[in-house]
């Protein structure tokens, strides 16, 4: 399960490669971008991703957070730690308990933001600059064979460590 935009096109490749991906569109993003409204927040995202989670029954799960996804992924191992086998980021953001967004990405790039939703997005909407070119699929085929890039992973059994 994959939280994060941006890597369409590295998931097929994964699914040609054999792996069972499911890419969650958090509410008020992408096809469900009609839904978004000041309220939904990292919450919401985490609901969402759990309840694919709980519908699809999924466990032994490979959760990957991706950028800002990490935050969210974070918090789904947290609330369904027994459906999790795997907690992979990928350059992603990776919270300790209480941290946000903000926290982890500065005073200066949280004014940015505050900023361009202002001037871009009503004052609340953050809006999409650019679509992240990381291609981490070669990552995923290799995961328990050799280190890759960024990624670390976390195993409810062992604790954090890196790939």
Known sequence: ?????GLEEDAAIARDRGHELVTPTHT???????????????DA???????????EDLRD???????????????????AS????????LDAF???DGQSLADLA??????????AAREHGEGWRVPVLRKNPVSWHHCL????????????????SRGSHCV
């Open 28 to 42: 008020g993003l992408g096809e469900r971008s009609h839904l978004a409204r000041p309220d939904i927040d990292l």
């Open 94 to 96: 990776v919270p300790k």
């Open 82 to 89: 027994e459906r999790i086998a795997h907690l992979v980021y």
């Open 61 to 79: 799960v490979f959760l990957v957070g991706h950028s800002d996804g990490g935050m969210v992924a974070t918090g789904v191992a947290d609330r």
């Open 106 to 115: 500065g005073a200066a790039a949280h004014a940015r933001v505050v900023a």
């Open 1 to 5: 399960m994959v939280c994060g935009l």
């Open 45 to 55: 995202h985490i609901a969402d991703v759990l309840c694919v989670l709980r519908f």
């Open 141 to 156: 085929s290799r995961l328990k064979a050799e280190r890759c890039g960024t990624m670390s992973a976390w195993s409810p």
